[in-house]
Nanobody, 126 residues
């Protein structure tokens, strides 16, 4: 059974930084890309960033460009999201997810991900 486990969330002041991790496990784990999404209360889950496992190509939502960085460690089957210059509006539950789709524009949509982690809470105080 494939599992994605996020960690690294917490409470931070505005302007601070956090690094989220997403570890994938399971004998049958197969993925072409990994994505980070977030969901605030009473809002839809929204795309944050995605990365191609093989080539390392990265894609970001406009609202995180220049502040967040997605990266991966293939040997550890782990994806990271480094979040800098955090704002109160970044407060959300952050989820990682795995996609088998090979077309990058599809990685921006939740429907193209087949495995999800349980989420990790990020709270940014003003």
């Amino acid at each position: 059974q494939v599992q994605l486990v996020e960690s690294g969330g917490g409470l931070v002041q505005a302007g601070g930084s956090l690094r989220l991790s997403c570890a994938a496990s399971g004998r049958t784990f197969s993925s072409y890309a990994m994505g980070w999404f977030r969901q605030a209360p009473e809002k839809d889950r929204e795309f944050v960033a995605a990365i191609n496992w093989y080539y390392g190509n990265t894609y970001y939502a406009d609202f995180v460009k220049g502040r967040f960085t997605i990266s991966r460690d293939n040997a550890k089957n782990t994806v990271y999201l480094q979040m800098n210059s955090l704002k109160p509006e970044d407060t959300s539950v952050y989820y990682c997810a795995s996609s088998l789709k090979r077309i990058p524009p599809l990685w921006r949509s939740v429907i193209h991900y087949d495995t999800w982690g349980q989420g990790t809470q990020v709270t940014v105080s003003s």
